[in-house]
């Protein structure tokens, strides 16, 4: 897909985010579609009500427990992401305070962020 993008002239980034809420964590949870949803808009007290739609998909990968004990690194995470999205739609470069810095996709680097309780740069190994 990110070549496909690439060949069309578009800039395009790769991540995974892997952050799960410490309470969902302790219930063994992982990261499940539309989970980083949250962390983009900095729904910290779930205002929106979207935890209550992740938990519905949360409890099919076991998770008992409603609240997903949303903490200080989630909040940092969303922080980051926030940024990353920010500078992304006013530069075309997602870049944010204490995140390193994200190269555009190329197969011959193929790098990616990774989120699990921070942002790391990583390629994939080979």
Partial sequence: ??????????????????????????E???????????????DWYDS??????????????????ADPGFGTIDRNVSEAIMGLWTSFAKTGIP?????????EYSANIDQYLNVCGCIWLRSTPG
């Fill in 1 to 26: 897909m990110l070549e496909a993008l690439k060949k069309q002239g578009c800039h395009e980034y790769a991540c995974i985010f892997d952050q799960v809420p410490a309470a969902w964590k302790n």
């Fill in 28 to 42: 063994d949870c992982v990261s499940v579609h539309s989970i980083e949803i949250p962390y983009v808009f900095g």
């Fill in 48 to 65: 929106t009500g979207w935890w209550a739609s992740v938990y519905m998909l949360t409890q099919q990968v076991s998770v008992k427990t």
């Fill in 95 to 103: 870049r944010a305070q204490g995140v390193p810095d994200w190269p």
